[in-house]
Structures are given as structure tokens and as C-alpha cells.
């Protein structure tokens, strides 16, 4: 460490940062830029649009006086570079990982950490009541939301803009415009970036931050371009002086001491500002340069070699079975059609997009206008599948019960990432969409226990009349091998796996595999319950009449879940029988191995039986 980045071994927080001389600032970024390189790529994460805000980073930390001033990451998954100057170098190792550096800002992690967040587009919003609290406290300090090109694609962004434009404090909007999302960018805001940052004003405006911002007086200076700009001079008027904003670039994000200069003078500006920041995700890495959306979230990797190609035969994943499931549909059913909040690749719809490019909409990220457009798609006969995951349809909840569920449309939602996401941690967990989703009348609701079911309940739902979500969890499953044909299974039907004494487990979900471990030691019955409702109250209520004690499964949150469901119907049916509830506790599981999580939560097959074992100790006496 110490030879290879001189510099950055001296940073510890960014007041060591603001002791450096301005000529200093370009090669800290040269060794902060290798440094998050070799360490992203031992650990896997965020890595193209890090690099891409490294100068950004640099300059901000120099030039505000954080954490006094406020800085508020968007999504935050461009914050390693931010991590590294505010005291967690030496923590980097641990990103992601169980017990380590969260891979976004919380609050409870660093005091630069103004605000925690993940899911996309709530900067602005955040920074403005930063902004707005520190006026009513009398405070002086500098509210700065950092967003990029595709959060700002949100409605929400766009609710704070409307907000902020006429709000009487000194906010900083800066748009971080690398021109992409996870995948190319979507949409008519987009065409509105890129007209400029088309040639002239691009070149115009690069020239001036260099010349015009570095020699005069700032003020004037940038009173110099407003009037400019207002002319049409050097740029059209963008949407964001609509708005109420002083806009100012856009700037080249890698130049640091331009961004410094334009900083400072910002710095003194009233009311609210907008600087449009020019970068490239994956900057100063060729392979994530040339790629960046292989690049976006890879896991560990060579940087001399790049990404591993895949090997060997793989085992399925579950994305992939809904993957290839939407392009066999869609080839026997014209009227399909396929929606994503941004998240091409991440749902597995690449493929999809390629042979039905004209039935394929990526919307952007707008979870909110995804369902609602669905459910105007299903109005007029189409039949549309959201491919969404759990954790991102939380936005979408009133969409759901209001605009789908009400009209009893017939709209798919195929909810992906159900259950504990592994490296990205509470943020992403899909933990709560059975509670959520339950209780809505008309919604359905599948669990599948494994990949060729997923696909069965995929036809199942499709063939419905009414809203389905079917729910599966990131990555492989049990490895079962997956039918291509488009069987459906009847809906609210589960099934018995294996008869038993005196106990039932009934498994809601993938968690069907541990419970079929369990029940060979313990001679219990094991029930796949498929759904989470309409649920199997009939088999529910036979399986009760001829056992002792029940044990639900499920990979979400017990608490309003599928077990509560269970609890629900005995009731109704009043049937007194005690009933073990097991899956995820009343609180938010931190990031790490999702096995592992998963074991020290007690849901693998040791912590079931033992579970099992500790609540049912009269069936089960020890020895
Ligand atoms: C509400 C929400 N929807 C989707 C996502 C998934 N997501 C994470 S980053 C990202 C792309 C963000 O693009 P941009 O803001 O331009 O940042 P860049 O990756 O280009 O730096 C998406 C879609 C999310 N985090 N939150
Ligand atoms: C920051 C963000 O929301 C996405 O990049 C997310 O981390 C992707 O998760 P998956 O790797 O599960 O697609
Ligand atoms: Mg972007």
C-alpha cells in the first residue's frame, strides 16, 4: 500500500484532503482510481460507476467542508471512492461481506454518510429537507444531492425538482450524466441530455469552464454564462432552469481542477443550483470502459484478464427460467407483452428483448409508471408481464392495489430477488412482498420451491384473469431439470411431498429442499404449499385434522407472511393447533453469504430441526 499510492495513504479523512495543494489533487485521483480498482476487484461490487465518480469525489470532499456540508449519494453504489477519502480505506476488504462495509452510505456506518439509501432517486428529496432544516435552524451549510442520469429518470427526482425550484434555500443539484443506467438509458429525458452534451455546446461550455471560470471574478463569471446561456448562446435552455434552477454546464466530470473551479464558485451562489457533470462509467478501465454493463456489479475478477467467461454446465438460475419462459410465451401468445423498471439484464430479459423487440418496454426507473402502464396495456387485452424485483415493487404499492388489483387486471408480475439478496443486504431484501401482497384483494400469490415449477407457475399465472405474482428468490435453486412445455398447475393447489408422524411442515417456497431433509430425521410430513394465497385451505385443514403441530417455511418476513396465513384460516375454521412460524424475525438482515445468513437465522435444515426439536420437545423428546 504505502509505495504503490503515496498519496492516498495520507488521507484518513477529508480534512488530510483539503491540506493538499490543488496540483496535487490529479494524482490522488490517479492512485484512488487504481486502489479502488485492485480492491473491487478482490471483493466484487459496484465497480464501473465508482470509477466513474472519482474525481467527482475528490473535488467535492476538497471543496465543501464535509461532513459539516451535506453530501447525499444517489442509489450510493457510487461511493466507494467516498468511502475511501472519509476513513474506510482499510476497511475495503470487507465490502459486501458479512460484518463488513455496507456496498451503499449508512448512516450508522460514517458521519459522511448523510443519508442511507439504495433504491434509486431519492437524493434530491433528502438533500432539499437537509437544505430546508439548516435555514430553519440557521445553520450555514451546503445540501448537495449527487444523482445520475438514470435515477433521474424517477418520478420521485422529479417531484423534488418541482419542490426545490421554488424552495428558498441553497440546495446543489449535481447530475452526474454518464449516459447510462445499468443498461443504456431510456426515454425522452434522456434525448434531452444528449442534446447537451451534442458537439458545439459540449466543446463550448468545456472551453469555458477552463478559461472563462479560472481566471475572473467568479460571480461574474458565472452570471457571464446564465446570461449566455438565457440567450441561447452557448446552450438551449434546459429543463432544469424551467424548473427553477440555476444551471450550470455541463462540465467534464474527470477534469478535477475544473470541477474544483466551477465548485468554489457555486459554493457561493444563493437558491438553487443544477451542475450538469459529464462522466464515463467505468472510466480509466478499459474492460469496464468498453463494457460497462458487465461491468456495473461483477463479482471477483482479474483485472489484468477481466471477467471469467462462464464454465462448465452451470446450474440454472431462476432469472434465466423466467427468461426463457417470457420468450416460449411470447412466441405462442402475440397479445404478451414484457416490462422492466430498468433492470434489463438483472431480470433476464435480454433475450426477450432481441426476438420482440417491439413488445419489450423498458420503462426506466419508474416502478411506479411500470405498473400503471400495465395495467392500461391489460385494459386493452394485452397481457403484460412486469418483471420486477420484490424489493423495487415496494415503490409500486399503491400502482398495485389501486391501479391493477381494483380493476382485477390481468397483469404478471414476476417478482424476482424474493427472499435475502446476499451482498447488497437490507436494502434489497425481498422480505416483505408476501405480507404486502396478501393482503390485497384479487392478488395472487405463488411460491415456487423450485425452477420447474417457477416456470409452471409462471403459465399458471398468465392463464389467470386477475392479477399473480409469482415469486422466486436471486440465483439457482434446487438444480431440477426444467421442462420447456407451458403446463399451468391449478391455481391454489398445493401438494403433499411426504407422509409423516405427528408433525407437518408446510414449505412456502424454495425452503421446501431443508424441509425434506428435516423430515427424514424427524418422520414428519412434508406439504409444498405453492401459493401464499389463494392458499390450500382444504389441504391446510386435513393436514391440521391429522397432525399434532404445524411448522410454516418461508424465505420472507413472519410477520403478516404465509405462516400468518396458515394462523388465519385454522382460525377461521377454529381449529386449535399449535403452529411453529418459521422465516425471517422483525428486523432488517444485514448484507453478507446468504447461505450463511441464512444458517445463522436458523432456516437452513439444522436450524429447522432444531427449531422444530426446541418448540415441539413433547413429540420430540431428547434422549
Ligand atoms: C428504485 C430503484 N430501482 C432500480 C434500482 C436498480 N438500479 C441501481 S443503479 C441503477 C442505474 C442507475 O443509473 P444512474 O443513476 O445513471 O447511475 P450509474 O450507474 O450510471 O452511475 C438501477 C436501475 C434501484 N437501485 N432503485
Ligand atoms: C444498486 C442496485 O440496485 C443494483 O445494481 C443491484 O445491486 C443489482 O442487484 P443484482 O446483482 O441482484 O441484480
Ligand atoms: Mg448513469
Known sequence: MKNMYPLLQTIDTPDDLRRLNRSQLEPLAHELR?????SVAKTGGHLSSNLGTVELTVALHYVLNTPYDRIVWDVGHQTYPHKILTGRRERMHSLRQLGGLSGFPRRDESEFDTFGTAHSSTSISAALGMALASRLKGEDRHAIAVIGDGAMTAGMAFEALNNAGVADCNLLVILNDNDMSISPPVGALNRHLAKLLSGQFYAAAKNASKTVLKGAPPLWELAKRFEESAKGMVKPITLFEKFGFNYVGPIDGHDVDTLV???????????????????????????AEADPVAYHGPGKFDP???LAKASGQAKI???EVFGNWLCDMAATDSRLVGITPAMREGSGMVEFEKLFPKRFFDVGIAEQHAVTFAAGLACEGLKPVVA???TFLQRAYDQLVHDVALQNLPVVFALDRAGLVGADGATHAGAYDIPFMRCIPNMSVACPSDENECRQLLSTAYAQEGPVAVRYPRGVGAGVAVSRALDTLPLGKGEIRRTGKKVALLAFGTLLHPALQVAEVLDATVVNMRWAKPLDTELL????AE?????????GCIMGGAGSAVLEALAQAGLAKPVLQLGLPDRFIEHGDPVKLMAMLGLDAQGIEASVRARFCAIYPAN
Do not use: C, R, W
Open 541 to 544: 385443514l386435513q393436514i391440521a
Open 34 to 38: 487504481a486502489f479502488l480498482l485492485e
Open 547 to 555: 397432525h399434532e403441530a404445524l411448522v410454516t417455511l418461508e424465505d
Open 304 to 306: 489484468a484478464v477481466g
Open 388 to 390: 420486477i424485483y420484490s
Open 317 to 319: 438460475t431462476f432469472t
Open 261 to 287: 473551479s466551477v465548485l468554489e464558485n457555486i459554493k457561493q451562489l444563493k437558491g438553487p443550483q443544477f451542475l450538469h457533470v459529464v462522466t464515463k462509467k467505468g472510466q480509466g478501465y478499459k474492460m
